[in-house]
């Protein structure tokens, strides 16, 4: 099983500030690499897919970089909606899909 | 626009059962595998089951395999979760999930809003 680790485990931001959350995988995944938004009592929503894609209807300031083991979500300039869990999932070996943690990203 | 909307959740004895369901629609419902992915109390995202757009093809997380059954119904658009022998450590809130897959891989593109389901006595 491809085992997913997210850090921080919290992230302090101000509004208006850059945030970057990072993700990590056991083993290769190459490019299968989604994030998802969690905010509380919602279901998860789909960022990024692809590692770099964003979703349809995304703002441009979310971004996502990485291949392989190491993966990056950036969010260039924090907004009030954006305080919320991060997820990075892996569906390299699809259905066995495996999430990680999360990152909550909260406000300073 | 894509709808899942799930039903079924509730309170249920351990070693008791419950069958989930989700409506679906805005989209060809039988074109897309779908999953149920769930979330206990206060913790992370666990993929439950999956199944292929034909129903043809099942697949289950080890944590729930010969308790749980996946199945759909393509003529009434329709996503079910049967499940048997439920245990404490299945709390959760229940997603069902609809996959998009690029180059034979799939991530999830639309989420329920989830149902509740507690296994107490």
């Known amino acids: 099983e491809i085992v997913m680790t997210q850090s921080p485990a919290t992230l302090s931001v101000s509004p208006g500030e850059r945030a970057t959350l990072s993700c990590r995988a056991s083993?290769?995944?190459?490019?299968?690499l989604a994030w998802y938004q969690q905010k509380p009592g919602q279901a998860p929503r789909l960022l990024i897919y692809?590692?770099?894609t964003r979703a349809t209807g995304i703002p441009a300031r979310f971004s996502g970089s990485g291949s392989g083991t190491e993966f990056t979500l950036t969010i260039s300039s924090l907004q009030s909606e954006d305080f919320a869990v991060y997820y990075c999932?892996?569906?390299?070996?699809?259905?066995?899909?495996?999430f990680g943690p999360g990152t909550k990203v909260d406000i300073k | 626009e894509v709808q899942l909307l799930e039903s079924g959740g509730g309170l249920v004895q351990p070693g008791g059962s419950l069958r989930l369901s989700c409506a679906a629609s805005?989209?060809?419902?039988?074109?897309?595998?779908m999953s149920w992915v769930r979330q206990a109390p206060g913790k992370g995202l666990e993929w439950v089951s999956a199944?292929?757009?034909?129903?043809?093809?099942?697949y289950y997380a080890d944590s729930v395999k010969g308790r749980f059954t996946i199945s759909r119904d393509n003529f009434k658009n329709t996503l079910y979760l049967q499940m048997n022998s439920l245990r404490a450590e299945d709390t959760a809130v229940y997603y069902c999930?609809?996959?998009?897959?690029?180059?034979?891989?799939?991530?999830?593109?639309?989420w329920g809003q989830g149902t509740l389901v507690t296994v107490s006595s």
């Open positions: 805005g989209f060809t419902f039988s074109n897309y595998a």
């Open positions: 692809g590692a770099s």
């Open positions: 199944i292929s757009g034909s129903g043809g093809s099942t």
């Open positions: 083993q290769s995944v190459s490019s299968n």
């Open positions: 999932q892996q569906y390299n070996n699809w259905p066995l899909g495996t």
């Open positions: 999930a609809k996959s998009h897959f690029v180059q034979g891989a799939a991530f999830f593109d639309y």
